[in-house]
T-cell receptor, first 111, second 115 residues
């Protein structure tokens, strides 16, 4: 399985942008990059995904490096409700179903 | 609420007892996943169903663990002869569509405590 590496924790001030990095140097050409987050005492929830181009949705933006060996999840204005563990995972195409979550990045938002 | 539901939300049992958890996926989803999560760790894949067929099992799933998805709807995860190391949050997720781009919808989890 291609692996991802994320910082264990990050802090952000409320209403400031947050950039959460993820390294995936062994990514293959057909792996999609997905981000999920897990709020306290809840199951994970989908945030965003992409392949090569940068992606935007109502929750966040995903910036993917040109060589695809890293990506950054961008929360444009952090709120207290964004305090969660953020997971960067790779989803291979071609029928292989296993999903591997790492430890993720615990984001603390300071009021 | 038409999300993924899990029952029970909490289960406390004594070592050696059997436990069974249930997951009701979103109705139109044909794929269902089970994960286990311990404190401070990300979810670990246990097993996966496409409709009623169990297509992938993790090596984490010892002989004491069994999962079913009869009729391709709800799923059950049974743990026999529970051990203290089985204490964890058990998460269920459902999805459909292309594997590489699908969105997994997670339930709230069942927290198991083995005394």
């Amino acid at each position: 399985d291609a692996k991802t590496t994320q910082p264990n924790s990050m802090e952000s001030n409320e209403e400031e942008p947050v950039h959460l990095p993820c390294n995936h140097s062994t990514i293959s050409g057909t792996d999609y990059i997905h981000w999920y987050r897990q709020l306290p005492s809840q199951g994970p929830e989908y945030v965003i995904h992409g392949l090569t181009s940068n992606v935007n949705n109502r929750m966040a933006s995903l910036a993917i490096a040109e060589d695809r060996k890293s990506s950054t999840l961008i929360l444009h204005r952090a709120t207290l409700r964004d305090a969660a563990v953020y997971y960067c995972i790779l989803r291979p195409s071609g029928g292989y179903q296993k999903v591997t979550f790492g430890i993720g990045t615990k984001l603390q938002v300071i009021p | 609420d038409t999300g993924v539901s899990q029952d029970p939300r909490h289960k406390i049992t004594k070592r050696g007892q059997n436990v069974t958890f249930r997951c009701d996926p979103i109705s139109e989803h044909n794929r269902l996943y089970w994960y286990r999560q311990t404190l401070g760790q990300g979810p670990e894949f246990l097993t996966y169903f496409q409709n009623e067929a169990q297509l992938e099992k993790s090596r984490l799933l010892s002989d004491r663990f069994s999962a079913e998805r009869p009729k391709g709807s709800f799923s059950t995860l049974e743990i026999q002869r529970t051990e203290q190391g089985d204490s964890a949050m058990y998460l269920c997720a459902s999805t459909s569509g292309e594997v590489s781009t699908d969105t997994q919808y997670f339930g709230p989890g069942t927290r198991l405590t083995v005394l």
